[in-house]
């Protein structure tokens, strides 16, 4: 699972409920603050004992929680580029298997395109750095209709893409005012909700997306979870 949480989410109670209403075994979140890994820790250290938070004020926080035994490796060169949050990199032992995992949150908005687009092919040279199992969960800031989804594609699967029905859409929803959010107003009218995909579970070719879907669109947050479910595939060379 991967989630945007919103920055200025006050509702810890609700992210708990979505997490624990998809039970997924690796949980990916951006925009991890202070006040929701507390709560966080709190309540789901029983069912995720595996965690690493780095949880900053406003969005540049990130975690990832997980029912499989992880460790942090180098983040090079994913770290030399600024990003919204620097992407976090694990190892995964999934069973007798090994996953390198990266949570990551790319910057947004029409002006940042060029920037984001360099994160993008950060991501596609990390990936084909790194042979066996890999997976890229986070949010990206643009639909797979952008340059940045086609960078990752040219040595990644979108698992929606693989295995979604619909449209998938993720963003945006409508969080109280006071609490922010990025729903963009056209000519003084809000854009309707749910209207782009910008979040994103891709995968190597090691994997294969057997399903997956939009989870729950009431933890507070601008963003809906997606959830997929991943097995892996035995290739002669394995990449």
Do not use: C
């Not at 990266?102 to 060029?114: E, K, Q, W």
């Not at 969960?137 to 960078?151: P, R």
């Amino acid at each position: 699972m991967t989630y945007n949480t919103l920055g200025f989410n006050p509702n810890t109670a609700a992210t708990i409920r979505v997490i624990r209403e998809v039970n997924a075994d690796i949980v990916a979140l951006q925009e991890m603050t202070p006040e929701h890994a507390d709560a966080l820790e709190q309540a789901l250290s029983g069912s995720h004992p595996y965690r690493l938070l780095d949880a900053r004020p406003g969005v540049t926080g990130s975690g990832i929680l997980s029912r499989h035994p992880l460790r942090k490796i180098d983040a090079s060169p994913l770290d030399r580029i600024a990003w919204i949050g620097t992407p976090m990199v694990v190892e995964l032992d999934v069973g007798t298997e090994r996953v390198t995992f990266v949570n990551f949150h790319t910057v947004a908005g029409p002006a940042n395109a060029r920037e984001r687009d360099e994160q993008a092919r950060a991501l596609s040279d990390f990936a084909d750095a790194h042979q066996g199992a890999v997976i890229f969960a986070g949010d990206l800031n643009a639909t797979d209709q952008n340059a940045a989804h086609s960078i990752i594609t040219r040595t990644m699967h979108d698992a929606w893409r693989e295995a979604g029905w619909g449209f998938g859409h993720t963003f945006p929803g409508e969080p109280t005012p006071e609490h922010g959010g990025s729903r963009p107003v056209v000519l003084g009218m809000a854009v309707p909700t749910w209207l782009v995909r910008i979040d994103y579970i891709f995968h190597s070719n090691a994997l294969e997306t057997i399903d997956a879907r939009v989870g729950p669109g009431d933890g507070g947050s601008d963003h809906r979870p997606v959830v997929a479910t991943l097995s892996f595939r035995r290739i002669p060379g394995g990449k």
